[in-house]
C-alpha cells in the first residue's frame, strides 16, 4: 500500500472530469474534533484522522487477485513529496489480524470476503497512484480553491458544487461503487450493544477509502438497516450505533443524527440541515411557515473533496406506503433504498426540502419560500427520467369554465423508449369515485408529437388531486411509482354543448392511454387514419383506424375488443373486426368498430407474432382507441357484426394463397373499399365479387347477417369458367337496413372438406328497393365440375342468351362464359363446349324453383354439332322460369357405359323460345 505525506496542500482524491473537460481536484479534511453526543442538537461539522491520505487507483478488477499474492514494491514521486512504499500482501496480512479480534466468533467466510474486497481496493489505489504521478499535476491552477488546508479545523463555507452528482459517477467510481454497496450490505446487522463507531469504522474499511468512498459506503450501511428486523436491548449505550437506530426507530433520533456521527466517525465534514419538507400529508395547496407547521425535517451537507453535497439517509432508506382507507398516522412503513437521495443534485432536491438556512440550498440563485410554495412536488423518478413540465410550474392549478385542463409534461428522449405514464385523479380528501364512477375514467391520456398530455374534466366543482406516475424498465420495480403531484381547483362548471368537445366523459374504465403509443412506433407500425386518441363515429355508430405494418410479408396477427364506460372485463368483440391487405406496396390493418349505441366505448389492440412455436401465446395489447359516438341516436341500439368465428377479414391465410386466389373484379365499384374487403350492397341489395384463380377449383359460401335471421347461401350466386369465379350476392329487404352481412366464401382443389379462404363484409345501408326474391333456387356452382375439367371440358358460352350478370351490372369481357345465363324468348338456346378429346356427351333440360311444372323436358334438348374439340346443343325453353343444363359424359374411350355429371349450367328464363315443339328422337 502507498501513502503520500505532506506538510502542505495534499492531493489523495481521485480526479473527475466535469461538463467543461475540466479537472476537478480535491481534498480532504483530517483535522481531530468531537462530535455532538445529543441525537437532536446534530447541526456541527464533524472532523478528520490526521496528516495521512491515501492516493485511489483506477479500476483494474479485471486482473486476477492472484497477481498481487506477490510482493508489489514500486516507487511513485511527485514532486518532492515523501513516498512510502509497503509490500502489498504484508499490508493485507496486516488488515486481516485487526479483524481477528475474536478467532472463536469471526468465520472464516467473512475474512475471505473482506481479502476478497481488500484486493479490488488495493488494485485501484496502486493503480492511481500511476496516474496521478504521470499527469504531475499543477496546484496553482483555478480549481485549487477547492482544496481544504489540513491544518484548518472549519470546513468551507457552503457553495452550489462545481459538479453535477453524474460526473462522480465515472466507469471507475461505478465499478468501485457496486463493490462499496455489496459489501456495505454483507456486514453483519448490528446485533452488539458494545459494538462501537470505532468497530463499524474498522469494519467498513474506512481508513482505506476517499471521501466519496466513506460517504457511498456509509450512505448503503444506514439505508441497508431494516429497523423492522432488529431486536433491540433495553439497555444500550448511548454512543453506539444501536443506540442511534433504536432512537430512530421509537422516532426519538434521526437519520440525519446517525449519518452526522457516522461521518465524525470517519474524518468527514459534515452538517445537519433543518427546513420544511414536501413529505407524507403534504397537499400542493399548503403554505410553509404557519404556526402549526408540522411538515418540517432535516437532512445532511457533506464535504466531498472540498465541495458541499447534499444527502438525506431518511427519505433513502425508507418510504410510507400510502392507504386511502387508512388514517395517515396508520400508514406503513417500508424499508427500501433510493438512490437519488445520495449527493442529490441542489436543483432537484430543492423540489422537495427547503432549508432554514438559505446557504444550504447550495444554489447560485436561491429560491424564495413562496417559489418553494408553489413549485410542483416531484418525485425521484422524475428527474431519473429527465422528465420536463412544459404546461404547469405551479402545484396549484385551475380550470376552466367547463371544468377542464390539459396538462403536459415532456419525456426525455431516453423515457419516450423507456417509460409509461399514467395519471391517478381523487378528491383532496382522497375520495376515488363521484356517484359512483371512479374518477380515473375523467381522464384522457395520449401522447402529442413530444409531449404526454393528460386532459381532465373535473365532474363537479371541487378540489382534485391528481398524480402522474411513471413505469420505467430501467428504474421501476415492475410497478408505476408516483413522479409529480398537482392540485386542481374547479370554483364552478357550466354544462358545455356534448358537441363543443371532442370527447366527453365518462370515459371507460378499461384503458388509462389512448392513441398510438410508443408500442406501436417499438412494432415499427404507422398511424394512417388517427394519431391522436379519439376517433368519431358516423351518424350510424361506424368507425375505422388504419395503421401502416413494418415492410415485407405480414409477420403480426391480430385482434380487438370494444369496451363501454361500465364494461371492462369481456368486452364486445362482435363490435369490431380488422382487415389486413396492402396499399401502396405496404401492407396495412383496418380496424373497424360499430358502436352498439350513442356514447364512449375503448378499441383495444392486440398483436403477437406469427410463428408455430408462439401460435398458443396470447396476444399483447399495444394500442387503445377512445371510441366516440356522439352523432348517433340516443336510444338506437345498432347491431353487431355477423358472428364469423375469427375477428378477420379478407384474405384466410394460407388458405387463401394455398388455391392462389387473388380479387379480379367487383360492383359497386370501390377500389379502395374492396382492399378493406368491405362491399356495398346498391339501392337493390345486389353487389359482386370475381376472383380469378390459374386451376379449377371447388366453392361453396355462406351469406351471415347480424340480424337474427338463418344462413341467406341461397342468396348467392356463384359461376365458375375454371379461371374465373364469381360471387353475386342479393341482399333480401328482410334484412335490416343497418345490419351488416358477411360473405363467406370457401375454395379447394377437389371436392370433399373445403375450407374457408375469404371474408367479405356487405354494407347495407345505402339498401332502398330490396325485395325477397332470391337470385338461385339452389346453393350449388355453377359451370363445368372438378371432374368435367379433368377431362378436358370447358364452356364458351350461350348463344341468343346474355350473361345473367350484365341484365345488373356493366358487362365486362371475362363475363362472356359465364355459366348462367338470361333468355327473353325468340331463337332457340345454344350451349357451346370446348373438348380437348373425343367425348360421348349428353345434357339435360331441368325446370327448378316453385315454378317448375311437370311437362317433360327431355325431348327439348338435341346435338347440333360434335367433333373430338367442341359440341354444340341446342334447347327450346317451354316457360318463363330457372331451368338447370346438366351435362353428362365419357370419354369415347371409355366404353363402361355409365354418364357421370361433368357440369351444371343456370338459364334465368323470363319468356318462353319461339318455338317450344319437341325435337325428333
Same mark, same amino acid.
Given at each position: 500500500?502507498?501513502?503520500?505525506?505532506?506538510?502542505?496542500?495534499?492531493?489523495?482524491?481521485?480526479?473527475?472530469?466535469?461538463?467543461?473537460?475540466?479537472?476537478?481536484?480535491?481534498?480532504?479534511?483530517?483535522?481531530?474534533?468531537?462530535?455532538?453526543?445529543?441525537?437532536?442538537?446534530?447541526?456541527?461539522?464533524?472532523?478528520?484522522?490526521?496528516?495521512?491520505?491515501?492516493?485511489?487507483?483506477?479500476?483494474?478488477?479485471?486482473?486476477?487477485?492472484?497477481?498481487?499474492?506477490?510482493?508489489?514494491?514500486?516507487?511513485?514521486?511527485?514532486?518532492?513529496?515523501?513516498?512510502?512504499?509497503?509490500?502489498?500482501?504484508?499490508?493485507?496480512?496486516?488488515?486481516?489480524?485487526?479483524?481477528?479480534?475474536?478467532?472463536?466468533?469471526?468465520?472464516?467466510?467473512?475474512?475471505?470476503?473482506?481479502?476478497?474486497?481488500?484486493?479490488?481496493?488495493?488494485?485501484?489505489?496502486?493503480?492511481?497512484?500511476?496516474?496521478?504521478?504521470?499527469?504531475?499535476?499543477?496546484?496553482?491552477?483555478?480549481?485549487?480553491?477547492?482544496?481544504?488546508?489540513?491544518?484548518?479545523?472549519?470546513?468551507?463555507?457552503?457553495?452550489?458544487?462545481?459538479?453535477?452528482?453524474?460526473?462522480?459517477?465515472?466507469?471507475?467510481?461505478?465499478?468501485?461503487?457496486?463493490?462499496?454497496?455489496?459489501?456495505?450490505?454483507?456486514?453483519?446487522?448490528?446485533?452488539?450493544?458494545?459494538?462501537?463507531?470505532?468497530?463499524?469504522?474498522?469494519?467498513?474499511?474506512?481508513?482505506?477509502?476517499?471521501?466519496?468512498?466513506?460517504?457511498?459506503?456509509?450512505?448503503?450501511?444506514?439505508?441497508?438497516?431494516?429497523?423492522?428486523?432488529?431486536?433491540?436491548?433495553?439497555?444500550?449505550?448511548?454512543?453506539?450505533?444501536?443506540?442511534?437506530?433504536?432512537?430512530?426507530?421509537?422516532?426519538?433520533?434521526?437519520?440525519?443524527?446517525?449519518?452526522?456521527?457516522?461521518?465524525?466517525?470517519?474524518?468527514?465534514?459534515?452538517?445537519?440541515?433543518?427546513?420544511?419538507?414536501?413529505?407524507?400529508?403534504?397537499?400542493?395547496?399548503?403554505?410553509?411557515?404557519?404556526?402549526?407547521?408540522?411538515?418540517?425535517?432535516?437532512?445532511?451537507?457533506?464535504?466531498?473533496?472540498?465541495?458541499?453535497?447534499?444527502?438525506?439517509?431518511?427519505?433513502?432508506?425508507?418510504?410510507?406506503?400510502?392507504?386511502?382507507?387508512?388514517?395517515?398516522?396508520?400508514?406503513?412503513?417500508?424499508?427500501?433504498?433510493?438512490?437519488?437521495?445520495?449527493?442529490?443534485?441542489?436543483?432537484?432536491?430543492?423540489?422537495?426540502?427547503?432549508?432554514?438556512?438559505?446557504?444550504?440550498?447550495?444554489?447560485?440563485?436561491?429560491?424564495?419560500?413562496?417559489?418553494?410554495?408553489?413549485?410542483?412536488?416531484?418525485?425521484?423518478?422524475?428527474?431519473? *427520467?429527465? #422528465?420536463?413540465?412544459? @404546461? =404547469?410550474?405551479?402545484? +396549484? &392549478?385551475?380550470? /376552466? $369554465?367547463? %371544468?377542464?385542463?390539459?396538462?403536459?409534461?415532456?419525456?426525455?428522449?431516453?423515457?419516450?423508449?423507456?417509460?409509461?405514464?399514467?395519471?391517478?385523479?381523487?378528491?383532496?380528501?382522497?375520495?376515488?369515485?363521484?356517484?359512483?364512477?371512479?374518477?380515473?375514467?375523467?381522464?384522457?391520456?395520449?401522447?402529442?408529437?413530444?409531449?404526454?398530455?393528460?386532459?381532465?374534466?373535473?365532474?363537479?366543482?371541487?378540489?382534485?388531486?391528481?398524480?402522474?406516475?411513471?413505469?420505467?424498465?430501467?428504474?421501476?420495480?415492475?410497478?408505476?411509482?408516483?413522479?409529480?403531484?398537482?392540485?386542481?381547483?374547479?370554483?364552478?362548471?357550466?354544462?358545455?354543448?356534448?358537441?363543443?368537445?371532442?370527447?366527453?366523459?365518462?370515459?371507460?374504465?378499461?384503458?388509462?392511454?389512448?392513441?398510438?403509443?410508443?408500442?406501436?412506433?417499438? *412494432?415499427? #407500425?404507422?398511424?394512417? @387514419? =388517427?394519431?391522436?386518441? +379519439? &376517433?368519431?363515429? /358516423? $351518424?350510424? %355508430?361506424?368507425?375505422?383506424?388504419?395503421?401502416?405494418?413494418?415492410?415485407?410479408?405480414?409477420?403480426?396477427?391480430?385482434?380487438?375488443?370494444?369496451?363501454?364506460?361500465?364494461?371492462?372485463?369481456?368486452?364486445?368483440?362482435?363490435?369490431?373486426?380488422?382487415?389486413?391487405?396492402?396499399?401502396?406496396?405496404?401492407?396495412?390493418?383496418?380496424?373497424?368498430?360499430?358502436?352498439?349505441?350513442?356514447?364512449?366505448?375503448?378499441?383495444?389492440?392486440?398483436?403477437?407474432?406469427?410463428?408455430?412455436?408462439?401460435?398458443?401465446?396470447?396476444?399483447?395489447?399495444?394500442?387503445?382507441?377512445?371510441?366516440?359516438?356522439?352523432?348517433?341516436?340516443?336510444?338506437?341500439?345498432?347491431?353487431?357484426?355477423?358472428?364469423?368465428?375469427?375477428?378477420?377479414?379478407?384474405?384466410?391465410?394460407?388458405?387463401?394463397?394455398?388455391?392462389? *386466389?387473388?380479387?379480379?373484379?367487383? @360492383?359497386?365499384?370501390?377500389?379502395?373499399?374492396?382492399?378493406?374487403?368491405?362491399?356495398?350492397?346498391?339501392?337493390?341489395?345486389?353487389?359482386?365479387?370475381?376472383?380469378?384463380?390459374?386451376?379449377?377449383?371447388?366453392?361453396?359460401?355462406?351469406?351471415?347477417?347480424?340480424?337474427?335471421?338463418?344462413?341467406?347461401?341461397?342468396?348467392?350466386?356463384?359461376?365458375?369458367?375454371?379461371?374465373?369465379?364469381?360471387?353475386?350476392?342479393?341482399?333480401?329487404?328482410?334484412?335490416?337496413?343497418?345490419?351488416?352481412?358477411?360473405?363467406?366464401?370457401?375454395?379447394?382443389?377437389?371436392?370433399?372438406?373445403?375450407?374457408?379462404?375469404?371474408?367479405?363484409?356487405?354494407?347495407?345501408?345505402?339498401?332502398?328497393?330490396?325485395?325477397?326474391?332470391?337470385?338461385?333456387?339452389?346453393?350449388?356452382?355453377?359451370?363445368?365440375?372438378?371432374?368435367?375439367?379433368?377431362?378436358?371440358?370447358?364452356?364458351?358460352?350461350?348463344?341468343?342468351?346474355?350473361?345473367?350478370?350484365?341484365?345488373?351490372?356493366?358487362?365486362?369481357?371475362?363475363?362472356?362464359?359465364?355459366?348462367?345465363?338470361?333468355?327473353?324468348?325468340?331463337?332457340?338456346?345454344?350451349?357451346?363446349?370446348?373438348?380437348?378429346?373425343?367425348?360421348?356427351?349428353?345434357?339435360?333440360?331441368?325446370?327448378?324453383?316453385?315454378?317448375?311444372?311437370?311437362?317433360?323436358?327431355?325431348?327439348?334438348?338435341?346435338?347440333?354439332?360434335?367433333?373430338?374439340?367442341?359440341?354444340?346443343?341446342?334447347?327450346?325453353?317451354?316457360?318463363?322460369?330457372?331451368?338447370?343444363?346438366?351435362?353428362?359424359?365419357?370419354?369415347?374411350?371409355?366404353?363402361?357405359?355409365?354418364?357421370?355429371?361433368?357440369?351444371?349450367?343456370?338459364?334465368?328464363?323470363?319468356?318462353?323460345?319461339?318455338?317450344?315443339?319437341?325435337?325428333?328422337?
Amino acid at each position: 500500500m502507498v501513502y503520500f505525506v505532506s506538510n502542505g496542500i495534499t492531493r489523495d482524491s481521485p480526479v473527475y472530469l466535469t461538463p467543461d473537460n475540466e479537472y476537478d481536484e480535491g481534498t480532504q479534511s483530517m483535522e481531530d474534533s468531537e462530535t455532538e453526543s445529543s441525537l437532536e442538537e446534530d447541526d456541527g461539522s464533524t472532523g478528520g484522522l490526521g496528516n495521512i491520505e491515501e492516493v485511489d487507483e483506477k479500476d483494474d478488477s479485471s486482473n486476477d487477485a492472484s497477481e498481487y499474492e506477490t510482493e508489489v514494491s514500486e516507487t511513485v514521486t511527485i514532486k518532492n513529496k515523501i513516498t512510502i512504499t509497503m509490500d502489498f500482501t504484508e499490508e493485507v496480512e496486516k488488515v486481516v489480524k485487526s479483524l481477528k479480534r475474536n478467532e472463536d466468533t469471526v468465520k472464516k467466510e467473512k475474512i475471505e470476503e473482506q481479502k476478497k474486497f481488500l484486493h479490488k481496493l488495493f488494485v485501484r489505489r496502486e493503480t492511481r497512484q500511476q496516474i496521478n504521478a504521470e499527469q504531475q499535476t499543477d496546484f496553482n491552477q483555478k480549481s485549487v480553491d477547492l482544496f481544504i488546508n489540513p491544518n484548518e479545523t472549519e470546513a468551507p463555507k457552503p457553495e452550489e458544487p462545481v459538479t453535477k452528482k453524474k460526473a462522480l459517477y465515472s466507469e471507475e467510481n461505478t465499478a468501485l461503487f457496486s463493490d462499496l454497496e455489496k459489501y456495505a450490505i454483507s456486514v453483519d446487522k448490528v446485533t452488539s450493544s458494545t459494538f462501537t463507531f470505532a468497530d463499524l469504522m474498522e469494519e467498513l474499511f474506512i481508513g482505506q477509502l476517499t471521501d466519496l468512498e466513506k460517504v457511498r459506503i456509509l450512505f448503503h450501511w444506514i439505508t441497508s438497516q431494516d429497523l423492522n428486523a432488529i431486536e433491540f436491548e433495553d439497555d444500550i449505550p448511548e454512543d453506539t450505533p444501536l443506540f442511534y437506530l433504536r432512537a430512530i426507530k421509537q422516532e426519538k433520533g434521526t437519520y440525519p443524527a446517525l449519518f452526522l456521527r457516522l461521518c465524525g466517525a470517519a474524518g468527514l465534514h459534515a452538517k445537519t440541515i433543518k427546513g420544511y419538507v414536501k413529505g407524507v400529508g403534504y397537499h400542493p395547496d399548503h403554505k410553509f411557515g404557519g404556526p402549526d407547521e408540522t411538515l418540517y425535517g432535516s437532512w445532511n451537507g457533506v464535504l466531498i473533496d472540498g465541495q458541499w453535497r447534499l444527502i438525506d439517509t431518511h427519505w433513502g432508506s425508507r418510504h410510507i406506503i400510502e392507504d386511502d382507507d387508512l388514517e395517515i398516522k396508520d400508514w406503513n412503513t417500508k424499508y427500501r433504498y433510493e438512490e437519488h437521495y445520495f449527493l442529490t443534485d441542489p436543483d432537484q432536491l430543492i423540489s422537495t426540502h427547503f432549508p432554514d438556512d438559505v446557504e444550504w440550498q447550495l444554489l447560485r440563485k436561491p429560491v424564495t419560500l413562496q417559489q418553494f410554495n408553489d413549485s410542483v412536488r416531484h418525485w425521484p423518478i422524475f428527474y431519473k *427520467l429527465q #422528465m420536463k413540465l412544459k @404546461s =404547469h410550474d405551479s402545484g +396549484v &392549478v385551475l380550470t /376552466d $369554465e367547463y %371544468g377542464f385542463v390539459r396538462i403536459l409534461i415532456e419525456p426525455s428522449k431516453f423515457a419516450r423508449t423507456d417509460a409509461k405514464f399514467k395519471a391517478i385523479l381523487k378528491t383532496r380528501d382522497r375520495k376515488k369515485e363521484i356517484d359512483r364512477v371512479p374518477l380515473n375514467q375523467y381522464i384522457l391520456q395520449y401522447s402529442e408529437s413530444q409531449y404526454e398530455v393528460f386532459e381532465i374534466y373535473i365532474p363537479t366543482p371541487g378540489k382534485y388531486q391528481i398524480r402522474i406516475q411513471a413505469l420505467s424498465k430501467k428504474f421501476s420495480e415492475n410497478s408505476f411509482t408516483c413522479m409529480s403531484e398537482y392540485q386542481i381547483n374547479c370554483s364552478d362548471k357550466k354544462m358545455s354543448n356534448d358537441q363543443s368537445l371532442s370527447a366527453v366523459p365518462p370515459f371507460p374504465n378499461s384503458s388509462s392511454y389512448y392513441g398510438p403509443g410508443k408500442e406501436v412506433s417499438q *412494432l415499427n #407500425m404507422t398511424a394512417v @387514419s =388517427h394519431k391522436g386518441p +379519439v &376517433v368519431q363515429c /358516423d $351518424e350510424n %355508430g361506424e368507425a375505422k383506424a388504419v395503421l401502416q405494418l413494418p415492410k415485407g410479408k405480414v409477420c403480426l396477427k391480430f385482434t380487438q375488443s370494444l369496451f363501454s364506460v361500465f364494461n371492462d372485463k369481456d368486452g364486445m368483440k362482435s363490435f369490431s373486426v380488422h382487415t389486413i391487405f396492402e396499399r401502396n406496396k405496404r401492407n396495412v390493418v383496418v380496424f373497424r368498430v360499430r358502436a352498439p349505441t350513442y356514447g364512449n366505448y375503448c378499441l383495444m389492440l392486440y398483436q403477437k407474432t406469427i410463428s408455430d412455436a408462439e401460435d398458443n401465446k396470447p396476444l399483447n395489447h399495444f394500442c387503445s382507441y377512445l371510441v366516440v359516438s356522439q352523432k348517433q341516436k340516443k336510444g338506437e341500439n345498432a347491431l353487431p357484426f355477423p358472428d364469423i368465428g375469427a375477428d378477420q377479414l379478407g384474405k384466410c391465410l394460407p388458405n387463401y394463397d394455398t388455391v392462389g *386466389l387473388s380479387i379480379l373484379s367487383h @360492383s359497386p365499384k370501390n377500389d379502395d373499399l374492396i382492399q378493406e374487403a368491405c362491399i356495398d350492397a346498391d339501392s337493390t341489395g345486389q353487389c359482386f365479387i370475381s376472383f380469378s384463380h390459374q386451376e379449377p377449383l371447388s366453392f361453396s359460401s355462406d351469406l351471415l347477417s347480424a340480424a337474427s335471421l338463418p344462413n341467406m347461401k341461397n342468396n348467392v350466386l356463384i359461376e365458375t369458367t375454371g379461371q374465373e369465379t364469381v360471387f353475386r350476392i342479393k341482399i333480401p329487404a328482410s334484412n335490416p337496413k343497418l345490419a351488416p352481412v358477411v360473405l363467406m366464401v370457401y375454395a379447394a382443389r377437389s371436392n370433399g372438406s373445403i375450407p374457408g379462404v375469404y371474408k367479405m363484409l356487405i354494407n347495407c345501408s345505402k339498401v332502398t328497393r330490396a325485395d325477397e326474391s332470391s337470385l338461385t333456387p339452389k346453393n350449388r356452382t355453377w359451370g363445368i365440375n372438378l371432374q368435367g375439367f379433368k377431362m378436358g371440358l370447358h364452356f364458351r358460352g350461350f348463344q341468343h342468351a346474355e350473361p345473367e350478370i350484365c341484365s345488373h351490372f356493366k358487362f365486362e369481357r371475362w363475363m362472356t362464359s359465364l355459366p348462367v345465363c338470361s333468355y327473353k324468348g325468340g331463337n332457340d338456346v345454344k350451349v357451346c363446349i370446348g373438348l380437348s378429346q373425343p367425348m360421348v356427351l349428353q345434357i339435360d333440360l331441368i325446370p327448378l324453383g316453385n315454378e317448375a311444372k311437370n311437362s317433360p323436358c327431355d325431348k327439348l334438348t338435341s346435338v347440333q354439332q360434335s367433333d373430338s374439340t367442341s359440341a354444340t346443343f341446342v334447347l327450346r325453353v317451354p316457360y318463363k322460369g330457372w331451368f338447370s343444363v346438366n351435362i353428362f359424359g365419357r370419354k369415347k374411350s371409355d366404353d363402361t357405359g355409365s354418364l357421370p355429371c361433368l357440369g351444371q349450367l343456370l338459364i334465368t328464363a323470363s319468356q318462353p323460345s319461339r318455338c317450344t315443339t319437341p325435337f325428333p328422337v
